[in-house]
């Protein structure tokens, strides 16, 4: 049986204890409602997910991940204060491709 990513209570190294979830996200080309060429970011855990669209920007996404980290996810301060960090990287980068998931989700230690 396998177990996925969003079911494993992640901790990093330095104490940041994401709760219930795995907060990261991803882009993909084409989704549902797009064009193929056009992408999107979303998170990846579905109870960070919520009804949450996909998004053009990922400042959108990278703000609801670090929002369900108080909402949904029993995340601690540690954890809030990364995803923090790890936003500002992002809208700091100023990219909307894929290389914007990978500077959140790497920054979150993903």
């Known amino acids: 049986m396998s177990v996925s990513a969003a ?7 330095d104490g940041a204890d994401f709760g219930k979830c795995t ?5 993909k080309l084409g989704r549902p409602g797009r ?16 009804g949450q669209q996909d998004a053009l920007n990922p ?3 990278t703000n609801e991940i670090c929002n369900q980290l108080t909402n949904v996810c029993d995340a601690n301060e540690a954890a809030k204060t990364k995803c923090q960090q ?15 998931a990978t500077i959140f989700n ?5």
């Open 23 to 27: 907060p990261t996200m991803d882009f």
């Open 7 to 13: 079911s494993i209570r992640r901790q990093a190294k």
């Open 86 to 100: 790890a936003k500002a990287k992002v809208a700091a980068a100023g990219v909307k491709d894929a290389s914007a």
């Open 35 to 50: 064009k193929a060429t056009e992408g999107t970011f979303l998170p990846t855990d579905k109870l960070v997910a919520g």
């Open 59 to 61: 400042n959108i996404i």
């Open 106 to 110: 790497s920054a979150l230690g993903f």
